[in-house]
């Protein structure tokens, strides 16, 4: 319970800071959000407009008092709302969190579906046919940049062959299948470097596990082929796999960018990365905030199911 | 066999994402709309850029518009004209109603009027419509404005899509507009669903039952969009694309020479300060070059100020007033006494390919006549920065004109203006800035022309800015759909109010 308290209280801190690096960064660069907004389209506005627009969204106040405002809103779960269109930021989270999370989490399926059970078979036949293949696959997939393979698949799936959309969201409730549909390509992108990575994982630690003692006792005692590999090597094998894949899926919640901008999934990258261009502080503060606690949680939990796999965990 | 199995599963359960062939289809009468940007908002007056204008003119109607020939034409007002005092009068339409039923009137144009022009205003138009000083109402369906002077362009202010006639008791956040579509939902960041209003004023329109406007930001995505049948027409058709549009006997493809690049200066320092070295900036540029590698050969080279062509402004020769003429170039660096050249900090953006690659092709010609260009190409947000505090010494730059008329061109041309990132920072250009405020102020059409022809002149000796090249402004559709037309010129970015005589299916 103690470390449980103090991991906590260590992320609370560090969601502070990672907030206030970012508040200030954004106010330190070039790039006033009123005359950003005004000049949408390459226009030229009138500067008392603009003025007019600054003082509306409180940005002629000083920097301190901006940065006091925004802790005590914080304090009391605000993050504001968006210079932009005066929309909550929270209500912003809520709405493309989720559609982030969804495409992390079908990509994370695709991988260990693909990726854990291909790791498996190369390591139990080290040097074969299937190993040499696959390992060999695995390269390519990581050495391929995603915005190649996005763009490789609208061309061939959408443009070419027209199986499938070219990119866009629609949905759950609305239409099932069109959603599902939508979120294959930017999941396959997506999956296709975690593929990669839980592949060389699984392979390198089911043949690190091969070689350990227990596993023979456990042959030794007459244990099932089956058994021993599922009991035995699988499952003392997924540690590791499982730190990559937090590491990973934690890296995801802020590195979707480039697929979500490919295959237009409105997920939480897109507002960011337009929040960042139009300087909309409470929107980039809010976001990045919501991604920095989230990745510490994936942590918190990922340190839980470690546990969980590994006594050992548990008794330190 | 235990591969086989696996491979069995794995394929099994991706079968779902791939199989499901879910995408949505065409239906007459209902258009699907790729836009390039999401609109940052849909308030009337406020510019946020021509994907809101597209759709704020579907949803609200101003005074006037301009028809499928680029003229003037009634809208909620059925006519206009100077009368005796100068003062432009509008005659409202009868029967017009906003989207909640409630007659359009004298007192709602009044209001709108008021709340652009109010002093806490942020509106694009808000410096023009503060030049009313007075909006009388003779009878409720006329208004007359009178101005503080003369405003011959004064109509042209109601057909920007930054300028909308709203119901009067309108909510803040939730403007009643009279337009063709009503806003039915819309899903944040993504699309957007109008459909017709059924008691819009004029007979038969809107032909189409309804639009769903899907933001598409990527412009390659936005262009495989409409390969793929996923959207039955796109704005702004990335130039890299246009052949394969063309090529595609599903697709169409309609452009006009409508936005430019320029260049801009920083007059109030250094050599940039000469006029005589901005010209010779002017002849160094062999625009053809600009025009094949920026715009993929979808373009045409400005060698003058950018006035469209077939307007009666436009006059061929002073239209090659900056031709490319190296010669004449070195002939003006040496009379400003800088006949070896001298570095400067250009300043554009890498966030937009065009910018960046008609910057690098200037710097590399520039560098021919002695002038040492470093390349600045901050992203786009720290560029209009950057512009508007004068930090740059040379700017590459693309804009659209507010319209086909020169006045179009003040926020460009007009240097005693307020720095702003789209016009050069402290550039003394003042004959050219008093010849469009008499053009501004003239109400005879052949005196104006001989006046525009002047300031022409003006500008090419002045060099408040130089053209560099037109760019292809595109909008690719299925066949299917009839009746949209591109607008020429400058007014390419307006014409998504033809959206309204447009047809599908």
């Known amino acids: 319970m103690r470390w449980f308290l103090h991991r906590l209280a260590t992320s609370i801190v560090l969601a502070w800071a990672v907030a206030t690096i970012v508040f200030l960064t954004l106010h330190v660069v070039p790039g006033d959000p009123a005359e950003i907004l005004m000049s949408t389209g390459g226009v030229s506005p009138d500067p008392a407009a603009v003025a007019e627009l ?117 949905p759950f409730t609305q239409n099932p299948s069109q959603h599902l549909t939508l979120l294959a390509l930017p999941a396959i992108a997506i999956a296709k470097g975690l593929v990669a990575v839980v592949f060389r994982m699984s392979r390198a630690s089911v043949l690190d596990t091969l070689s350990r003692d227990f596993v023979r006792t456990a042959r030794a005692k007459g244990l099932s082929p089956s058994r021993v590999l599922i009991r035995h090597v699988v499952r003392n094998s997924l540690t590791p796999v499982l730190t990559v894949l937090g590491l990973h899926m934690g890296t995801l919640l802020g590195g979707t960018v480039l697929v979500e901008y490919v295959f237009n999934w409105p997920g939480l990258s897109t507002p960011l990365l337009r929040a960042v261009e139009a300087r909309d502080y409470p929107m980039v503060v809010g976001i990045v905030l919501i991604i920095s606690i989230l990745f510490l949680l994936i942590n918190l939990i990922m340190d839980l199911l470690y546990a969980a796999l590994d006594p050992r965990v548990r008794a330190t | 066999m235990m591969i086989s199995r696996r491979a069995v599963v794995a394929t099994g359960l991706t079968l779902p994402f791939l199989a499901v062939p879910g995408r949505a289809q065409s239906k007459p009468g209902h258009l699907r709309f790729g836009l390039s940007a999401w609109p940052p908002n849909l308030q009337p007056w406020v510019t946020t850029g021509v994907s809101a204008g597209t759709v704020k003119t579907l949803i609200h109607r101003s005074l006037l518009s301009f028809n499928n020939k680029g003229e003037l034409a009634g809208e909620l007002a059925e006519s206009w004209s100077l009368d005796a005092q100068g003062a432009w009068v509008f005659k409202l339409r009868p029967n017009t109603v906003f989207h909640n039923g409630e007659p359009v009137t004298a007192d709602d144009v009044k209001w709108t009027i008021e709340q652009i022009a109010d002093a806490k205003s942020t509106a694009f138009m808000r410096s023009q419509f503060q030049s009313i000083v007075r909006i009388e109402i003779p009878d409720p369906s006329t208004v007359r404005l009178v101005t503080r002077e003369p405003q011959a362009t004064l109509p042209t202010w109601f057909c920007n899509y930054n300028v909308h006639v709203v119901w009067r008791h309108s909510e803040a956040n939730n403007p009643i507009g009279a337009g063709p579509f009503r806003l039915v939902a819309q899903e944040r ?317």
């Open chain 2, 189 to 505: 960041g993504t699309s957007l669903d109008i459909e017709a209003f059924d008691r819009y004023y004029k007979p038969g329109l809107p032909k189409l039952r309804s639009i769903k406007f899907i933001v598409y930001a990527d412009e390659n995505l936005r262009a495989a969009a409409l390969q793929a049948g996923d959207v039955d027409m796109i704005e702004y058709v990335p130039w890299q694309a246009m052949s394969a549009v063309e090529a595609d006997p599903r697709l169409k493809l309609d452009t006009q020479y409508g936005p430019f690049m320029d260049i801009l200066f920083n007059g109030t320092r250094g050599p940039f300060s000469d006029a005589r070295v901005r010209r010779a900036v002017a002849h160094a540029v062999k625009r053809e070059d600009i025009v094949k590698v920026a715009f993929f050969g979808r373009g045409k080279p400005l060698e003058g100020v950018p006035i469209v062509e077939g307007t009666p402004w436009y006059d061929a020769e002073l239209a090659k007033g900056w031709a490319y003429d190296t010669a004449r170039s070195k002939e003006l660096m040496a009379a400003a006494g800088v006949p070896n050249g001298f570095e400067a900090v250009m300043l554009a953006t890498a966030q937009f390919g065009m910018h960046k690659d008609t910057a690098e092709i200037v710097q590399k010609y520039l560098a021919d006549i002695g002038i040492q260009c470093e390349l600045k190409l901050p992203e786009w947000s720290t560029r209009v920065t950057l512009g508007v505090r004068g930090q740059y010494d040379i700017a590459v730059h693309g804009i659209a004109a507010d319209n086909n008329d020169p006045d179009g061109l003040t926020i460009v041309l007009d240097t005693t203006l307020p720095p702003s990132h789209g016009r050069s920072f402290g550039v003394q250009a003042s004959r050219t800035a008093e010849l469009l405020a008499r053009g501004r102020s003239e109400f005879d059409q052949t005196k104006r022309v001989a006046i525009y022809k002047d300031m022409q002149r003006a500008a090419i000796e002045e060099v408040p800015m130089v053209g560099l090249a037109w760019r292809a402004q595109g909008y690719g559709m299925d066949k299917r759909v009839q009746g949209f037309t591109n607008l020429p010129g400058a007014l390419s970015t307006s014409s998504g109010g033809m959206l309204e005589e447009t047809s599908f299916g």
């Open chain 1, 54 to 170: 600054r003082q509306r969204l409180g940005l002629e106040r000083p920097l301190a008092e901006q940065y006091w405002d925004f802790l005590r809103k914080l304090a009391r779960g605000d993050l504001g709302t968006s210079l932009v269109d005066d929309y909550p930021v929270v209500s912003e989270i809520a709405l493309r969190l989720p559609r982030t999370l969804e495409l992390i989490a079908a990509a994370t399926v695709l991988a260990v579906i693909i990726g854990l059970p291909a790791g498996t078979y190369a390591a139990l036949n080290r040097g074969g046919l299937f190993d040499r293949i696959a390992s060999a696959m695995a390269a390519l997939l990581l050495a391929l940049p995603v915005f190649v393979v996005g763009t490789l698949l609208v061309l061939l799936l959408a443009q070419t062959l027209r199986l499938m959309p070219a990119g866009g969201f629609v």
